[in-house]
T-cell receptor, first 115, second 115 residues
Framework: ETGVTQSPTHLIKTRGQQVTLRCSSQSGHNTVSWYQQALGQGPQFIFQYYREEENGRGNFPPRFSGLQFPNYSSELNVNALELDDSALYLC??????????????FGNGTRLTVT | GDSVTQMEGPVTLSEEAFLTINCTYTATGYPSLFWYVQYPGEGLQLLLKATKADDKGSNKGFEATYRKETTSFHLEKGSVQVSDSAVYFC??????????????FGQGTILTVHP
């Protein structure tokens, strides 16, 4: 069973630039969620994707956007980067079912630094 | 809104000491409750879970009981090891609807165990 993988592991960008982070979900999982974890804080929910559509969003501005592909992999895009966007970005996958939803399984994250 | 509050850290213990990390929550409805652990440089790993009141989750010697009357889910371990040193996060997920990908996390508690 392949776990959740994220790329790249580290990234440095300049304020105002755009960034794309990638995530491959765990085998058999159909839902992907993205989280932002600032240093010393708990992860904050950005949004989730199910069947290639966003169907849940946290308190993040529209410059945070995403995609989910037919193979359930996903991208997180952030436009007009700000210094406060510096954080660890975590991807999590799960299996959404009619009866029971599986726990979330997380990748190791992408460390984004905005200078 | 929904929230999770963890005891302030960091927590420093000697090997074989007893561990308690307090967690209380506020939520609408009946959430599922989770403990995740994060080792340095890694993503989050599910440690244990409970889906309804009075359920006890357990794994690797850790235990937590879902207490609806006190809205708590305290993490305990009878004898900690140096390898347990990590950051521990309490989290909740609401049931039903499209909440399967959204976890609400506490701020995390840093645990350091000395030999």
């Amino acid at each position: 069973e392949t776990g959740v993988t994220q790329s790249p592991t580290h990234l440095i960008k300049t304020r105002g630039q755009q960034v794309t982070l990638r995530c491959s979900s765990q085998s058999g999982h159909n839902t992907v969620s993205w989280y932002q974890q600032a240093l010393g804080q708990g992860p904050q929910f950005i949004f989730q994707y199910y069947r290639e559509e966003e169907n849940g969003r946290g308190n993040f501005p529209p410059r945070f956007s995403g995609l989910q592909f037919p193979n359930y992999s996903s991208e997180l895009n952030v436009n007009a980067l700000e210094l406060d966007d510096s954080a660890l970005y975590l991807c999590a996958s799960s299996l959404a079912g009619a009866v029971r939803n599986s726990p979330l399984h997380f990748g190791n994250g992408t460390r984004l630094t905005v200078t | 809104g929904d929230s999770v509050t963890q005891m302030e850290g960091p927590v420093t213990l000697s090997e074989e000491a007893f561990l308690t990390i307090n967690c209380t929550y506020t939520a609408t409805g009946y959430p599922s409750l989770f403990w995740y652990v994060q080792y340095p440089g890694e993503g989050l790993q599910l440690l244990l879970k409970a889906t309804k009141a009075d359920d006890k989750g357990s794994n690797k010697g850790f235990e937590a009981t879902y207490r609806k009357e006190t809205t708590s889910f305290h993490l305990e371990k009878g004898s900690v090891q140096v390898s347990d040193s990590a950051v521990y996060f309490c989290a909740l997920r609401l049931s039903g609807g499209t909440s399967y990908g959204k976890l609400t996390f506490g701020q995390g508690t840093i645990l350091t165990v000395h030999p």
